[in-house]
């Protein structure tokens, strides 16, 4: 297929790059760089079967190429309050991500009668009263909070993907994606695992908010793109969970990663100052993954924060 991955030099963006790539596709990339990193894409450069576009998809996107497959995956996606890229300080950007961004690459799905993917996310359930969260939730949420520009940009993208679908007949799918980790995180991604495995391997105790009780369920990277690409060949228009069920305090994942890299500084626990209404528990259920896709996360939390701990080691300059 010939396929455009929106949000190609991101985290998630530039792994799915590599596996269609791998599969044999034929890949054009579109990023603006306004989160993502060139690095991330660096070696596709001479790749054959790989073109990029530096190009903000919130603008009309004027493309002469035939496609086979549109994947919308452009959109900040870090709470970090304290870097430039964390969406609280991208609002109106993130908006656009989710919304004229949607439209402009649907539309280029219709034209060319192309299968289409939303990269949406657990976000969308907000603080859930259910648990695990089925797909069938419709989610508790704020839409004016400090986490609204994320939260809602999703929400109000998952339903334009479904107007397309309904009016245009376009061939669309969903994805939820649920937290997610893996070598090609920013160091100033602001979510948990960067920010402990950095403490952990600068020797300082590791930070925990209130105490530690909140829950992550947490998707290696490879497993994530593994549902990615089985959701893509298939035909499936409604939201589907992608991500890993076995769900771990912050407080449990604090001290597994001191103990992985060898951190004998401790906790700091101090007063909890999340963003917003930041969800308390997170956990997917993943029935209609295992019966659409008959997919499984195989990855085991041990064995991906290893890679990612040696990936940030040589990012810190530490390996």
């Keep these: 297929m010939h396929i455009l991955v929106t949000g190609a030099s991101g985290f998630l963006g530039s792994h799915l790059c590599d596996r269609l790539l791998a599969e044999g596709h034929t890949v054009i990339g ?9 690095e991330n894409i660096q070696h596709l450069a001479n790749n054959p079967n790989f073109s990029f576009i530096n190009h903000d998809v919130s603008n009309f996107i ?9 994947l919308h995956f452009a959109s900040p996606a870090s709470p970090n309050r304290n870097s430039p890229r964390g969406y609280p300080n991208l609002q109106i950007e993130t908006l656009k991500a989710g919304s004229l961004a949607t439209f402009n690459t649907l539309g280029l799905a219709r034209i060319n009668h192309a299968r289409y993917m939303f990269a949406s996310t657990s976000e969308v359930y907000g603080d859930p009263l259910e648990h695990p969260q089925p797909e069938s939730y419709w989610g508790h949420v704020d839409p004016i909070g400090e986490r609204s520009m994320y939260d809602e ?12 679908y309904r009016v245009h007949k376009v061939d669309t799918r969903i994805v939820r994606i649920f937290n997610t980790y893996g070598p090609r995180m920013s160091l100033d991604d602001g979510r948990a695992i960067p920010n402990l495995i950095q403490q952990a391997l600068r020797g300082e105790p590791l930070t925990i908010y209130g105490d530690g009780s909140q829950t992550r369920s947490f998707c290696y990277v490879d497993d994530l793109i593994e549902g990615i690409y089985r959701l893509l060949l298939i035909e499936e228009h409604l939201p589907v969970n992608i991500g890993n ?3 771990i305090s912050i407080l449990e994942l604090a001290h597994l990663i001191n103990r992985l890299t060898g951190n004998t500084a401790g906790l700091d626990y101090r007063p909890d100052d999340r963003l917003g209404n930041d969800p308390q528990r997170r956990r997917p259920d993943l029935t209609r993954a295992r019966t659409l896709l008959h997919w499984e996360p195989k990855v085991d939390l041990e064995t991906g924060l290893h890679n990612t701990i ?3 080691r040589k990012k810190m300059g530490l390996a």
Excluded: I, Q
């Excluded at 940009?153 to 397309?164: H, P, Q």
């Design 30 to 38: 579109m990023d603006n760089f306004l989160t993502g990193s060139p």
């Design 310 to 312: 040696e990936y940030f």
């Design 62 to 70: 004027s493309l002469h190429k035939r496609l086979d497959a549109v």
């Design 153 to 164: 940009a999703k929400r109000f993208g998952e339903a334009t993907v479904m107007a397309y």
């Design 245 to 247: 069920d076995h769900e």
